[in-house]
């Protein structure tokens, strides 16, 4: 593939808002189908369980506290992608840990939904993807480490901050198809 175009800068670009609004995880499953975007789209129109719509589920955090972090390397011609998804929980309790406990040993897909109203797809690859068994995908995202603690004196923060980390053979895809969160419930679904 050639280079074929320029890359501009608007003034909207210029106006746009870092940070992360909303989380959803889900673990890969037998069945799940992923269709991407037509070339030269670079995106998923739609993740579905096995032909119905994907059940999320919602990860609330501390304001200002996740981000979306992409480091490419290059070796021998091939480049991976390592897609960091950070998030802080305040106040640890049994209840954030036992749910935590359940994202140790699984296989998981995440969108992170920036305050631009973009949804970036992590822990799904188009390249080198498993074509027969799409759940069987390797460029799954996993957890990379948890770190908090009670803090020492009144002022510090109790919480603990979660770090997932997919390496992918492509840039996160944005997903363009439809997304239903229901906040009260802490679930989300995605469809065409």
């Not at 305040?90 to 296989?107: A, G, H, I, R």
């Not at 109203?117 to 069987?136: C, Q």
């Not at 996160?172 to 679930?187: F, H, K, M, Q």
Request: with cysteine.
């Amino acid at each position: 593939m050639a280079i074929d175009t320029g890359l501009g800068v608007t003034c909207a670009d210029l106006q746009a808002t870092g940070g992360i609004k909303q989380i959803l995880l889900r673990s890969w499953a037998t069945g799940d189908v992923v269709n991407y975007g037509a070339a030269g789209t670079h995106s998923i129109v739609s993740i579905l369980e096995t032909a119905a719509d994907a059940n999320w589920f919602v990860y609330e955090f501390k304001n200002e506290t996740p981000a979306l972090t992409i480091n490419a390397t290059k070796e021998n011609g091939s480049t991976a992608f390592e897609c960091g998804l950070s998030f802080m929980l305040p106040k640890m309790d049994v209840t954030k840990f036992s749910e935590l406990q359940n994202l140790l040993n699984t296989c998981m897909m995440g969108i992170a939904i920036d305050t631009n109203d973009k949804a970036f797809v992590i822990g799904v690859s188009e390249k080198y993807a498993n074509e027969d068994v799409p759940s069987k995908n390797q460029t799954f995202l996993n957890l990379a480490s948890m770190e908090g603690g009670t803090g020492a004196a009144y002022s510090d923060e109790n919480g603990i901050t979660v770090s997932l980390m997919a390496r992918q053979f492509e840039l996160p895809r944005e997903y363009a198809g439809t997304i239903t969160v229901d906040t009260s419930a802490l679930t989300a679904t995605t469809g065409a």
